[in-house]
């Protein structure tokens, strides 16, 4: 077994920065966190930088192409909220150390017609109208408590890690009156996901959709609401769950139609992301331009006050620009900074990227710098844990121990 021994590194674990600076890694795992660097290791000299755990993307839509992309910033998991990357559709990608690792939920429950039908142009299909494109996937539309119940055990089968459900009227997205579950239908969804011992999503994107996610007993939230601003009723109830919530800041940004144009310019992104991206990510989706991204601030701000666990997520999807505003990798660090803006700790932000999302989607093999975990690794250039804008300052990335040729 070859050795690689990390050395003279600042090394943040995923919760905190340690007092060791040498981190060895080997056959796809973190061998030890400290002691003596052993004859014949390979060394990377990592003085004046950073060690943190591979970052997670903890909601996206995603392909191959995208897979790689989320690699190259460091982004070495991503959790894919609707798509077709199941058990059984990745296994011919699972052991593509050039892609990040992916965990899918396949498709979230919506009536017909139903969220996120509206998103697309008439006549567009992502991947074609052809169903096999999207592999061996389950469409779970479901209008009654029934056919919810009976969707659950279809998906499990069909092997989602966890099960999504779409709680939105269209009224975000300019289309007041979508086809929507009603509060029976998802409390017997997610009740049956739970009796299955899965875990359960919610994407939504108003108070009022948050309200019926809560009160369904979801383990999380994969979208911050944006609608209006937080009124102390809301985050106690969200916090009195236990639930966590994805913010995905940047998109609620991209919704009210500002684009990631900054970020596009910067030469850390630029030359990291092809001109599809790039056109992509300076574009935004504005559907919602009189909401306040003061306000969605200050509902983060509320919720990591009252103790609710945070995780960076950002809906990154395709590079398409009428879903723009996002990029695969990038847009986490973005989301990254969006968050110390809204008052956590750069260190809270990692732990919101690395530590929280391994927890509380069950991948704990992942998330920290520790012995025996995979050797999911980002080196940067500089201290992100006192300046987060440092994350994009990328010199290394490692997927089980594999380093990344242009990282």
Known sequence: MTTTAITGARVFDGERVLPQ?????????????????????????????????????????????????ALRFGVTTELEMQGRWTKHNRTAISEDD?????????????????HPSELFPEGFRPGGDDRSAFGNVVMPFSTTPEEAVSHIPKLVAAGSDYIKFMVDDGTVEGHPGLPMLDQATLNAGVAEAHRHGMLTVAHTLTVDATRMAIEAGIDGLVHLFMDRPH?????????????????????????MGITGAALADDPRVSTRLDEAWLTTLRSSFDRYPQGRIADVLD??????????????????????????????????????????????????????????????????????????RRADLLLVEGDPTTDISDTLNIRAVWRRGVRLADG
Do not use: N
Not at 21 to 26: A, M
Not at 53 to 68: K, M, N, R, W
Not at 100 to 114: C, E, I, K, N
């Open 299 to 372: 509902s983060v701000r509320a919720l990591h006050a009252a103790g609710v666990d945070l995780i960076v997520g950002t809906d990154a999807s395709f590079p398409l620009p009428f879903l723009g505003g996002l990029a695969h990798g990038a847009s986490v660090h973005q989301e990254l900074g969006y968050l110390v803006q809204a008052g956590l700790t750069p260190i809270a932000a990692l732990r919101a990227a690395t530590s929280t999302p391994a927890h509380r989607f069950g991948l704990d093999d992942r998330g920290r710098i520790a012995a025996g």
């Open 98 to 114: 050039s892609l990040a690792d992916v965990r899918s939920a396949g498709f979230g429950l919506t009536p017909p017609g139903g």
């Open 21 to 69: 600076t040498t981190v060895l890694i080997g056959e796809g795992r973190i061998i030890a966190v400290g002691g003596d660097v052993p004859a014949g290791a390979h060394v990377v000299d990592a003085r004046g930088g950073t060690l943190l755990p591979g970052l997670f993307d903890a909601h996206v839509h995603t392909s191959e192409q995208a897979l790689a992309c």
């Open 231 to 255: 009124d102390k009723e809301i985050i106690e109830l969200i916090a009195g769950s236990g639930a966590f919530v994805v913010p995905c800041v940047v998109l609620d940004a991209s919704m």
